[in-house]
């Protein structure tokens, strides 16, 4: 038997040496360059390849990297500059700061930059071509003399970051009256209603070739280069030097003008980012062979690389919802499941933890304010804070998801069952004791039976809260319906984000009145 085990465990763990883990940020073109590296690699070594995508962002990437959840994703120059490396100075030669780059993260961090795409997706603010027009703004200066009466919304990521609006304010005197924050694939939706006059762009987006907007010119030169590049563990390197040879047919392959274009079929088109990277190492013969689920993807590409289409006069081919569902019923299946899994084991792990010590502070004051306190204070945590909080400790996976809803849980849970305990009336706990039962007995016989109702509202409430907040296990690759949700918001696909929020809508709502009915069951006779 310790035989069969070591074997299976050495088994399992040779597996896991020879898979690849890349990670791709939450926009498109990461993912794209996170399948162009993966099917590189995979078509140019005897490894495999598991690709995370739809990651929250630049340092969770990195924090994954540096701890082993990922081996490898894509970075940009200016971002490990500005960012990674906490930089302030100006730089605007690419080989300089490449260089620079490659040789701190090789110090510093033993994470080695291998050779660049080809691509510099840089920062940018674009504006409705009509607006900048009206106004006469064409540079980032002219912004200066209006900035008290645009509507300015910026993402997340580049509202903070010192290569960002922290530090383009300071470069160019900047303080926009009216500024908000929206995510990224949402503000193209938002600046062509009218909603917001400015955003931040990123140079290459496939969204710049659908809507007529202007690309302001950055007249003092303060965004730094942002060449993209493989960023690979040490460790992975030394284990793997293949990868670097398999990766070296990427290098200075992805002109600017192709990385647009993927991204754009990917966007407008509901091109995946795998078809799409497919047909684009196919096309320029960095893989054997033609595939046929990346044919359609391959007359885009080269529709769009021979003619990009003109801003504002294309219109993005999507599936109505009864069409993609019908081709994404698979898909919806699996994921629903993934949902269901990670909720129902973080309720149940609370179960476990947080009735026995609903139990147990019924009779200790001091340790009931410290749990209800530490419980109440976990509620207040934002979840995407506490997503990556808990990221060093389980990693990009399951587990991490799992044990936030389970902190989740607990306040509930723990509450209802004090709650529930505390309230049976002393008269028939006394009357129960002097029948001669044994506080266990007590508690088991009479207390349980009539807290239950209440305790099951605190896991109804547990539940129904936990499916709301599972959507965010994708922020972390964990998967369930929020992966729908995600790609919905970064392709801005109406269909697809309803795609991923009926079911679990419908899920809370069905658990609700499941576990409201086994609820009102447990309640005993004269109990309201």
């Not at 109505?320 to 990670?342: A, C, D, P």
């Not at 909720?343 to 947080?354: D, G």
């Not at 690759?477 to 795609?499: E, H, P, R, W």
């Amino acid at each position: 038997m310790r035989a069969l085990l070591a074997t299976c465990l050495l088994a399992a763990s040779l597996v896991s040496q020879d898979t690849i883990r890349i990670g791709a940020k939450r926009f498109t073109e990461s993912a794209v360059l996170a399948e162009l590296m993966a099917q590189t690699i995979e078509a140019h070594t005897e490894l495999t390849v598991e690709v995370k995508t739809g990651l929250g962002g630049t340092m969770i990437c990195w924090g994954a990297l540096t701890t082993g959840e990922l081996d490898i994703y894509a970075e940009y120059t200016g971002t490990g500059w500005a960012t990674i490396l906490g930089q302030t100075d100006k730089v605007t030669d690419p080989l300089r700061t490449f260089f620079e780059v490659r040789r701190r993260f090789r110090d510093e961090h033993d994470a080695h930059w291998l050779e660049p795409f080809g691509l510099n997706n840089g920062y940018a603010l674009v504006m409705r071509e009509k607006t900048a027009e009206e106004l006469g703004v064409r540079r980032i200066s002219d912004l200066v003399r209006h900035q008290r009466d645009l509507q300015v919304g910026f993402g997340n990521e580049f509202g903070s970051r010192i290569d960002g609006y922290r530090g383009l304010a300071v470069a160019y005197g900047l303080d926009f009256a009216n500024l908000t924050t929206v995510e990224h694939a949402l503000a193209y939706e938002a600046i062509e209603a009218g909603s917001i006059d400015l955003m931040d762009a990123y140079s290459t987006d496939g969204k710049l070739l659908r809507f007529e907007l202007r690309v302001l010119e950055d007249d003092r030169q303060f965004f730094p280069p942002y060449n993209a590049a493989p960023v690979v563990r040490g460790e992975t390197l030394r284990k793997h030097p293949g990868i670097e040879t398999a990766l070296a047919k990427l290098a200075f392959q992805v002109s600017d003008l192709d990385a647009q274009a993927l991204n754009y079929i990917v966007d407008a088109e509901g091109i995946s980012p795998a078809d799409a990277a497919t047909a684009f190492l196919e096309i320029e013969g960095l893989i054997e062979g033609t595939s046929a689920s990346a044919a359609a993807a391959r007359r885009a590409y080269v529709r769009v690389r021979k003619s990009p289409p003109i801003p504002g006069s294309a219109v993005a081919s999507r599936p109505g919802f009864l069409e993609l569902l019908s081709t994404e019923y698979g898909r919806v299946w699996q994921l629903l499941l993934q949902h269901v899994g990670l909720t129902l084991a973080a309720v149940l792990l609370a179960i476990l933890i947080a009735v026995p010590s609903g139990i147990a502070i019924v009779s200790r004051r001091r340790l009931r304010h410290w749990l209800l306190g530490f419980a109440g204070l976990l509620q207040t945590i934002p979840s995407l804070a506490l997503l990556a909080f808990l990221i060093p400790f389980f990693g990009l996976n399951a587990w991490t998801a799992i044990a936030a809803l389970f902190l989740y849980a607990l306040l509930p849970i723990l509450r209802n069952t004090y709650t529930g305990i505390s309230g049976v009336t002393p008269d028939l706990v006394d009357a129960a004791r002097g029948m001669g039962m044994r506080p266990q007995e007590v508690l088991l016989h009479v207390q349980l039976p009539l807290a239950m109702p209440t305790i099951m509202a605190g896991i109804r409430t547990a539940t129904v809260i936990g499916i709301g907040v599972a959507t965010l296990a994708a922020y972390i690759g964990a998967g369930g319906l929020g992966v729908l949700i995600f790609d919905g918001i970064s392709l801005t696909d109406t269909n697809l984000i309803l795609l991923g929020a009926m079911p679990a809508a419908a899920l809370a709502v069905a658990t609700d009145m499941l576990l409201g009915r086994l609820e009102a069951k447990m309640r005993s006779p004269g109990v309201s």
